[in-house]
């Protein structure tokens, strides 16, 4: 192991030394595993020798970018674990409108380079997540209305595969496993670096938040679902239901992404959907709204999710999404917190066949997480979260692969076959067994090689 370590620029951790422990932890608490090994990259050749090695040694490999993913795929337990978090730099050419970001680095890294140029692509909703996961899986954020997913606005992807070996991936050079990165995930290689596009975006953003009463919503949902559905691509709604001091808030809203000034032109028909018990117009640099939905609590949280794609909101999923897995409107401790996040405009310009990612005719997205601290309260919390996930089933036409649960993916491939087509499976099967046959690359939403 001696001569294995000398191969490495960066650091080469084993249980005990320093640093070890606050190498495997992730942002889900409930993960506490314990890698034979950790090589915190410093390059791209240390990413080649990390691969090499856990081959040599028959390890599971496991991947951090930012570790934000909630099943914890990036800590093998007795693996090797690669940490790409100190490849976190981030190159901008401003003439050219390209932005070049190591595998490791944090979307707040991202956008804090190009938005000294007035400069942005889509990256995302909160500023701690990696650039890596995000983006291998598709990538929504508060700019994919107007210029598509972060994945859309990839130029090109540096690789390194199973064999250790690097390589590029364009719409000129190996463009099926280009075809692949952009939505199919991790399941291919570990990309060392991304060249972005970007957008003359400026910096200025506007946020309309209108609180309501649970039980006085429904209405309110159906008018915001309809306005959404011929609103301006500056605008991404959102909705959300919480629990309030004097019972469940429904918020429902927009984010204007560009002049303030027109984006409040959508204000008087938001006014319009009913009487709030509160509201908030707020007009944020683009850097403080990226950073608005970061997590205070870091790394200390037990968390847990469910997710959907929604082609329609029909008044029935309106009530179920109002009661969040309950039977009643009533604040249990236990419910989780739900939302949604309009899709559409650029994102279903794309052709459904240009790329992996999927569900390009989404209309909203769903999610209902929980996070809280006490082990405890484990089974009650994800049961929660789950019955919130059922209860918006029957409406579901898909899911984002980033928001696959560990448990939804132990279930053989039933999870993978709900965030892609048949046919879009068999192409992300057919260039998983050219680059990764032997499946070296399977903690992830994995799509297995044909045998």
């Known amino acids: 192991m001696t001569t294995t370590a000398t191969r490495f620029d960066g650091r ?55 570790g934000h993913n909630v099943a914890g795929f990036a800590v093998p337990d007795g693996g090797l674990m690669i940490d790409l978090t100190p490849m976190g730099g981030v190159r901008i050419d401003p003439a050219r409108r390209r932005a070049r970001v190591q595998g490791g680095a944090l979307l707040g890294a991202l956008d804090r380079a190009s938005q000294a140029y007035g400069l942005a692509t889509t990256a995302g909703n909160v500023s701690h997540t990696g650039v890596g996961g995000l983006t291998l899986g598709g990538g929504m954020g508060w700019l994919a209305r107007q210029y598509g997913l972060a994945c859309d606005n990839v130029v090109s992807y540096t690789m390194v595969t199973a064999e250790g070996d690097v390589v590029t991936a364009s719409r000129t050079e190996n463009a099926d496993l280009f075809w692949g990165l952009r939505g199919g995930g991790g399941n291919f290689g570990i990309v060392t670096e991304f060249e972005f596009q970007l957008h003359r975006t400026g910096t200025r953003t506007l946020v309309a938040e209108f609180d309501f009463r649970a039980e006085d919503a429904v209405p309110v949902i159906e008018g915001w679902r309809d306005l959404n559905a011929v609103a301006p691509r500056q605008a991404t709604f959102t909705a959300s239901v919480g629990s309030g001091p004097a019972g469940p808030i429904a918020t429902l809203g927009f984010v204007w992404v560009g002049d303030p000034a027109e984006g409040r032109r959508l204000l008087p028909a938001m006014r319009a959907l009913g009487r709030p018990v509160a509201s908030r117009v707020t007009t944020p640099s683009y850097l403080e709204l990226q950073r608005r939905d970061d997590s205070t609590g870091g790394h200390a949280y037990r968390r847990y999710s469910k997710g959907h794609y929604l082609r329609r909101f029909p008044t029935a999923a309106i009530e179920a999404f109002l009661l969040r897995g309950g039977t009643d409107l009533s604040a249990s401790p236990y419910l989780p917190g739900v939302g949604l996040q309009a899709h559409g405009g650029a994102i279903a310009d794309v052709p459904e066949a240009d790329a992996a990612f999927s569900h390009r005719g989404t209309m909203f997205e769903f999610g209902a997480g929980s996070r809280w601290t006490d082990p405890a309260e484990d089974d009650a919390r994800m049961g929660a979260a789950r019955a919130a996930g059922a209860s918006l089933e029957p409406y579901a036409s898909g899911v984002y692969v980033n928001s696959l649960t560990a448990d939804e993916l132990a279930d053989g491939q039933r999870g993978v076959r709900r965030a892609y087509s048949a046919a879009k499976l068999a192409r992300l099967t057919a260039v998983k067994t050219a680059y990764d046959p032997a499946n070296v690359f399977h903690l992830n939403q994995n799509i297995r090689p044909a045998h």
Do not use: F, S
Request: glycine share 10%.
């Open 12 to 66: 080469l951790l084993t249980p005990g030394d320093a640093g070890y422990d606050a190498a495997r932890t992730v942002w889900n608490a409930m993960v506490d595993r314990r890698p034979r090994m950790i090589v915190r990259a410093a390059g791209v050749a240390d990413v080649v020798a990390a691969v090499r090695m856990a081959r040599e040694l028959d390890l599971e490999i496991g991947v951090r970018c930012g």
